[in-house]
C-alpha cells in the first residue's frame, strides 16, 4: 500500500500562483508514476498532470500546459505542483494520485491507470 498526503492549495486570486505537495509514504519501492486530477463542483474528476517515478517523464492536460509544472523528489517520495497564471476555471479540488503498475503507461490521463488517491485539497481562484 502507498499513503499520499496532499498539502498547499488554498484561495488566491486570478493570476496568481499556488503550490501544490503530495508526501507518498509505505511502498514506495513500488512507485510507477505519481500524478494529479481535479474536480470542480458538478464537473466529473479530470486529469492535470503525472510524472513517471524512474524516468521524470512528464504530461500535461492542454488545459494547463504553460501553466502548471509538476516535478518529483524521488529521495523524499514527493511530487510538487506548482501552478501559475490562475485562472477561475482552476477552481476544484484537487487530487495525488500514485500508480505502481504499468496500466499508467495505457492510461495516464485516466484514474484507471492509477492505484492510489489523496484525499484532495482545495485550489479556489478568485475572479
Known amino acids: 500500500q502507498v499513503q499520499l498526503v496532499e498539502s498547499g492549495g488554498g484561495l488566491v486570486q486570478a493570476g496568481g500562483s499556488l503550490r501544490l505537495s503530495c508526501a507518498a509514504s509505505?511502498?514506495?519501492?513500488?512507485?510507477?508514476?505519481m500524478g494529479w486530477f481535479r474536480q470542480a463542483p458538478g464537473k466529473e474528476r479530470e486529469f492535470v498532470v503525472a510524472?513517471?517515478?524512474?524516468?521524470?517523464?512528464?504530461y500535461y492536460a492542454d488545459s494547463v500546459k504553460g501553466r502548471f509544472t509538476i516535478s518529483r523528489d524521488t529521495a523524499k517520495n514527493t511530487v510538487t505542483l506548482e501552478m501559475n497564471s490562475l485562472k477561475a476555471e482552476d477552481t476544484a479540488v484537487y487530487y495525488c494520485?500514485?500508480?505502481?503498475?504499468?496500466?499508467?503507461?495505457?492510461?495516464?490521463?485516466?484514474?484507471?491507470?492509477?492505484?492510489?488517491w489523496g484525499q484532495g485539497t482545495q485550489v479556489t481562484v478568485s475572479a
Open positions: 494520485a500514485a500508480a505502481d503498475r504499468r496500466t499508467f503507461s495505457s492510461y495516464w490521463n485516466s484514474g484507471r491507470g492509477y492505484d492510489y
Open positions: 509505505g511502498r514506495t519501492f513500488s512507485l510507477y508514476a
Open positions: 510524472i513517471r517515478w524512474s524516468s521524470g517523464s512528464t
